[in-house]
T-cell receptor, first 114, second 114 residues
C-alpha cells in the first residue's frame, strides 16, 4: 500500500469517547487526506493537509479534527464519537508534480461506535 | 455531495467477457480517475484521464471521457476472476479541486465468474 500505514486497523468504542486515528507515510508526499467510506456513499473527504500544520476541511468535516505536526503523520480525531461516525476510514497521500497525480490509499481503519 | 454516479451499481459477467462501467459527474473537471477496491482493502489507482483527453488505454483497461456529457466509461476487456472488485470513478473539480482533492462516485461492484 505504497508506504502508508494506518493504526489502529480496527477499533470499537463507546459513544462520547474521544478517538484518534493515525496515518503514517514513508513516501514524503506533500498531501494527505482522510476519507470515510459508507455503503451507498462511496468515499467522502473529511479533511486534508497540504503541508505541515496546513489543513483544510472536506465535505463531511463536522465532528472531526485533524493535525499534522510532521510530514509523515496525519492524525484524525473524533472529539466525542457518535454512532453516525461508525465507518471505515481511509487515509491517502498524493504529490503534485508536473500536473495531477493519483492518490495512494492506506489499508483502512474500521471504527465501530456503540 | 456526491459528484459521480456510477452505472450499473452491480455487474456480473463470465470470465473472458468485457465489462463496461459508466460514470456521470456534475461539474467542470480538471481530470477524472478510476480506482479499484478489493473487498476489505484500500483503493488502488487504475488510470487518470485529463479533461482535454478523450480516450486512454492501460493494458486491458480503456477509459473514455466526454466532457460535453459529463460522463466517462471504463472498459475492462477479457475479464478475469481476479478483476472481481468495486470500481470507483473520482473527479478533481476545476474550481474546488485544489490540493488534488477527489470527489468519488458511489461505485460499481463487478463480479467475474469462472
Amino acid at each position: 500500500d505504497a508506504g502508508i500505514t494506518q493504526s489502529p486497523r480496527h477499533k470499537v468504542t463507546e459513544t462520547g469517547t474521544p478517538v484518534t486515528l493515525r496515518c503514517h507515510q514513508t513516501e514524503n508526499h506533500r498531501y494527505m487526506y482522510w476519507y470515510r467510506q459508507d455503503p451507498g456513499h462511496g468515499l467522502r473527504l473529511i479533511h486534508y493537509s497540504y503541508g505541515v500544520k496546513d489543513t483544510d476541511k472536506g465535505e463531511v468535516s463536522d465532528g472531526y479534527s485533524v493535525s499534522r505536526s510532521k510530514t509523515e503523520d496525519f492524525l484524525l480525531t473524533l472529539e466525542s464519537a457518535t454512532s453516525s461516525q461508525t465507518s471505515v476510514y481511509f487515509c491517502a497521500i498524493s504529490e503534485w508534480g508536473e500536473g495531477p497525480n493519483e492518490q495512494f490509499f492506506g489499508p483502512g481503519t474500521r471504527l465501530t461506535v456503540l | 455531495s456526491q459528484q459521480g454516479e456510477e452505472d450499473p451499481q452491480a455487474l456480473s459477467i463470465q470470465e473472458g467477457e468485457n465489462a463496461t462501467m459508466n460514470c456521470s459527474y456534475k461539474t467542470s473537471i480538471n481530470n477524472l480517475q478510476w480506482y479499484r477496491q478489493n473487498s476489505g482493502r484500500g483503493l488502488v489507482h487504475l488510470i487518470l484521464i485529463r479533461s482535454n483527453e478523450r480516450e486512454k488505454h492501460s493494458g486491458r483497461l480503456r477509459v473514455t471521457l466526454d466532457t460535453s456529457k459529463k460522463s466517462s466509461s471504463l472498459l475492462i476487456t477479457a475479464s478475469r476472476a481476479a478483476d472481481t472488485a468495486s470500481y470507483f470513478c473520482a473527479t478533481v473539480d476545476i474550481l474546488t479541486g485544489g490540493g488534488n482533492k477527489l470527489t468519488f462516485g458511489t461505485g460499481t461492484q463487478l463480479k467475474v465468474e469462472l
